[in-house]
């Protein structure tokens, strides 16, 4: 992979979760050909979470030829990384990868505090149906998919385990805003913390259900996994993201 100067765009934080196929003769690696999910940096040693079940669809994914990818984006274009390492949380729906820049660096910090319902959110993913848009639009182009911003507010929050085999764990958030297939890993943010010098993660979202009523949205709560110490990153999750921060960036532009 070519040399990378990473800046301070959200876009250089928040990542899509690829697959594409890399030429054992060429050594070379194709354009990403699908996109699964959505994932984001935290701490200082290039390591980011997603939601475990887009782990584990990225491992589905992948064919012998195939290698797992991201694609950060800045002035000078896109920049691909590949996916080294990962490891699922033991009982919630939260992932962690290990790309191979170990000095990729974050200003997000996972929150070790609880939000009650009516908290405001923003959060930022790569939707599936956007990519396929683009992808019409744009001949011959390739699947380089747009970061799109939502914002929503925690309709309730719930303290038992939800009927899917999808949604695992045992707390969850339920949100008003959708973010649909692709936008699974991406942080929910404490919109209060935006103007800070550091962003809040207050959670993961991993899914929405339609049903009765209006649709809603499910987010992983960070309690749930910020005191967890992945083997391949060797602390835990809110220590690594405590190594971040706005010492490492100018906090300019970072929409």
Avoid at 9 to 18: D, G, H, R, S
Avoid at 158 to 184: C, P, Q, T, W
Avoid at 228 to 234: A, K, Q
């Amino acid at each position: 992979m070519e040399s990378y100067t990473q800046g301070d765009n959200i876009a250089e934080i928040v990542i899509p979760l690829m697959i594409a196929e890399f030429d054992e003769i060429t050594k070379k690696l194709s354009p990403p050909k699908e996109l699964i999910g959505t994932g984001f940096l935290i701490g200082v040693n290039g390591f980011a979470l997603t939601a475990a079940h887009v782990v584990d669809q990225l491992v589905e994914a992948k064919k012998e030829r195939d290698v797992m990818l991201t694609h950060l984006l800045n002035a000078n274009g896109f920049h691909p990384f590949l996916i080294t390492d990962f490891e699922k949380h033991p009982h919630e729906d939260v992932g962690i990868i290990k790309l191979n820049n170990s000095e990729l660096k974050s200003w997000l910090h996972v929150s070790n505090q609880r939000f009650l319902h009516s908290t405001p959110y923003t959060a930022w993913g790569f939707p599936k149906e956007n990519a396929k848009e683009l992808l019409l639009i744009r001949e011959n182009s390739h699947l380089f998919p747009d970061l799109i911003y939502t914002e929503g507010y925690i309709r309730r929050v719930i303290h038992h385990e939800l009927l899917s085999s999808i949604f695992i764990g045992k707390r969850f958030y339920e949100v008003s805003d959708l973010g649909g297939a692709g936008y699974s890993g991406s942080p929910i943010l404490s919109k209060r913390s935006i103007s800070g010098s550091h962003w809040q993660v207050m959670g993961v979202y991993i899914g929405e259900k339609e049903g009765q009523g209006a649709p809603v949205g499910y987010v992983v709560p960070s309690t749930s996994f910020f005191e967890w110490v992945p083997e391949i990153l060797g602390c835990s999750i809110y220590d690594e993201s405590q190594k971040g921060g706005s010492s490492l960036f100018s906090q300019k532009n970072k929409y």
